[in-house]
């Protein structure tokens, strides 16, 4: 957002929020895939197959702090920091660009994080557009959702966001 604000890119993906504060200085949008449900993977965690085999408890810690984390962003006691922690992060000045930010967020939070076999697919599908091999990988061979699953199963998940309020 900085380098398109000073003229040294003339083009940028960015987040939500920060494309509402450049579009309410005058600045357009050129593609918005946010109404298509369109989204990448920024919401997966990746790791190699050794760190998966070697470390599966510092992987199941990641994952719940992770849904407790979407559980604090998304109940009304984690507004004011999570709206402060977007606007810091993303240098948003603009009060209702942070709010936008943080309705997209919450439009794109899941609650039971499971992997999302369409949304790969979907990805793929994209990817081989550019380099048709992408058609090769079986995706579903990429999901490990035991983490998850676990969490979810001993009630984990349900107890998060019912500590924070969230429902």
């Not at 890119?9 to 579009?23: F, H, N």
């Not at 197959?49 to 984690?78: C, M, W, Y």
């Not at 091999?133 to 199963?153: C, G, P, S």
């Given at each position: 957002?900085?380098?398109?604000?000073?003229?040294?890119?003339?083009?940028?993906?960015?987040?939500?929020?920060?494309s509402k504060q450049l579009t309410n200085k005058g600045y357009s949008v050129l593609l918005d895939l946010s109404p298509l449900s369109i989204y990448g993977a920024q919401d997966a965690l990746v790791v190699t197959t050794t760190f998966l085999r070697e470390h599966p408890n510092s992987i199941e810690?990641?994952?719940?702090?992770?849904?407790?984390?979407?559980?604090?962003?998304?109940?009304?006691?984690?507004?004011?920091?999570?709206?402060?922690?977007?606007?810091?992060?993303?240098?948003?000045?603009?009060?209702?660009?942070?709010?936008?930010?943080?309705?997209?967020?919450?439009?794109?939070?899941?609650?039971?994080?499971?992997?999302?076999?369409?949304?790969?697919?979907?990805?793929?599908?994209?990817?081989?557009?550019?380099?048709?091999?992408?058609?090769?990988?079986?995706?579903?061979?990429?999901?490990?959702?035991?983490?998850?699953?676990?969490?979810?199963?001993?009630?984990?998940?349900?107890?998060?966001?019912?500590?924070?309020?969230?429902?």
């Amino acid at each position: 957002m900085q380098a398109l604000e000073e003229g040294r890119i003339d083009g940028a993906v960015l987040p939500s929020a920060q494309s509402k504060q450049l579009t309410n200085k005058g600045y357009s949008v050129l593609l918005d895939l946010s109404p298509l449900s369109i989204y990448g993977a920024q919401d997966a965690l990746v790791v190699t197959t050794t760190f998966l085999r070697e470390h599966p408890n510092s992987i199941e810690g990641i994952v719940a702090g992770l849904i407790e984390g979407a559980a604090f962003v998304q109940s009304a006691k984690g507004k004011s920091a999570t709206l402060e922690t977007i606007k810091t992060e993303l240098m948003i000045t603009d009060n209702a660009a942070a709010d936008a930010g943080l309705l997209q967020l919450s439009k794109v939070i899941v609650r039971k994080p499971y992997p999302s076999v369409e949304r790969l697919l979907n990805m793929q599908r994209i990817m081989s557009i550019v380099a048709p091999t992408a058609m090769n990988v079986k995706v579903t061979d990429l999901i490990e959702d035991r983490f998850v699953k676990k969490l979810d199963e001993s009630g984990f998940i349900d107890a998060a966001y019912a500590s924070v309020g969230a429902g």
